[in-house]
């Protein structure tokens, strides 16, 4: 055979290797392959977008989780500090009628007789460093004379008719009230004017 005997089977041979690279099975199977690759991105797109949205739920667990642990931290912090602020609450209560004795004794007592006078003197010592202790935790006096009747802080006895005094007002405390931080222990016992 001659070159140009084999240039043409050359040339026949890559004719039919062209034809059946380009045949329909071909096409089929790149068509084939093509819809292969595109359904595989959409179920990788749609586990994405799932996995996506699985960790916006678990942010807002982990959000929702610390703000309750705040709100729990933040009622125990409140409830400790209302059983500091009020745990002496019923001591102080029981303390009350040692202070109502100690005032009825300075007030019943002979301040004229000499041997009498010393003894008032150190009750009255006594009384005010009992009070000035018991203000340290929070027990305040309650003495309205002259002020406005308020419901919540005083306790009226009766109501009198007084020149002296505008209506609605305190003539006479026959028992001072107490508060302790703020919340009445006992309220005063008070005579009001009308």
């Known amino acids: 055979m001659s070159n140009e005997e084999n240039k043409v089977n050359e040339e026949a041979v890559v004719e039919e290797h062209v034809e059946a690279v380009g045949s329909e099975a071909d096409v089929e199977w790149n068509e084939t392959a093509e819809e292969s690759q595109e359904a595989k991105i959409a179920e990788l797109e749609a586990a994405l977008l799932a996995s996506q949205a699985q960790l916006k739920e678990q942010q807002d667990a982990v959000l929702r989780a610390k703000a309750e642990e705040q709100n729990v931290r933040r009622r125990a912090e409140g409830d400790i500090d209302k059983a500091r602020k009020f745990a002496l609450k019923k001591f102080a209560g029981e303390l009350l009628p040692v202070i109502d004795n100690l005032e009825r004794a300075l007030e019943s007592g002979d301040k004229e007789n000499e041997a009498a006078k010393a003894l008032l003197e150190g009750v009255e010592l006594t009384l005010q460093t009992f009070i000035s202790t018991i203000e340290k935790f929070g027990l305040t006096v309650i003495n309205p004379v002259g002020e406005a009747f308020n419901p919540e802080l005083h306790q009226a006895i009766g109501m009198q008719a007084s020149p002296d005094h505008e209506s609605n007002t305190v003539m006479i405390v ?14 005063a016992m008070v005579m009001v004017a009308q």
């Open 174 to 187: 026959m028992q001072k009230g107490y508060a302790l931080n703020e919340q009445v222990l006992r309220p």
